[in-house]
Nanobody, 125 residues
Framework: QVQLVESGGGLVQAGGSLRLGCAAS????????MGWFRQAPGKERVFVAA????????YYADSVKGRFTISRDNAKNTVYLEMNNPRPEDTAVYYC??????????????????WGQGAQVAVST
């Protein structure tokens, strides 16, 4: 069992920066690929970014590529999402998720085993 707790959400001005964190419980954090997803009001939850177990491989949705950076610190059981130059359309609830897999890093939320409670991010103009 893995418990995930997001932090760092809030209000940010367009063009600024914000960092989300996701702390995981347990001693098997390094066994999980980690992902970030988001859900805007009235829309479905969508993939944002993911990172392999070692942190050596990262994946991004086209909408955030070049602006957001996912990273992880396995010694601290934490995954981060650095949001640079956010736009109003990035406003959403952001969820971190853990995928138990030795073979690949998924973009589909159905492949993830554990989820955080979500962190609200609002980007103002």
């Amino acid at each position: 069992q893995v418990q995930l707790v997001e932090s760092g959400g809030g209000l940010v001005q367009a063009g600024g920066s914000l960092r989300l964190g996701c702390a995981a419980s347990g001693r098997t954090f390094g066994s999980y690929a980690m992902g970030w997803f988001r859900q805007a009001p009235g829309k479905e939850r969508v993939f944002v970014a993911a990172i392999s177990r070692s942190g050596g491989n990262t994946y991004y949705a086209d909408s955030v590529k070049g602006r957001f950076t996912i990273s992880r610190d396995n010694a601290k059981n934490t995954v981060y999402l650095e949001m640079n130059n956010p736009r109003p359309e990035d406003t959403a609830v952001y969820y971190c998720a853990a995928q138990y897999s030795f073979h690949y890093v998924a973009r589909s939320e159905n492949e993830y085993n554990y989820w955080g409670q979500g962190a609200q991010v609002a980007v103002s103009t």
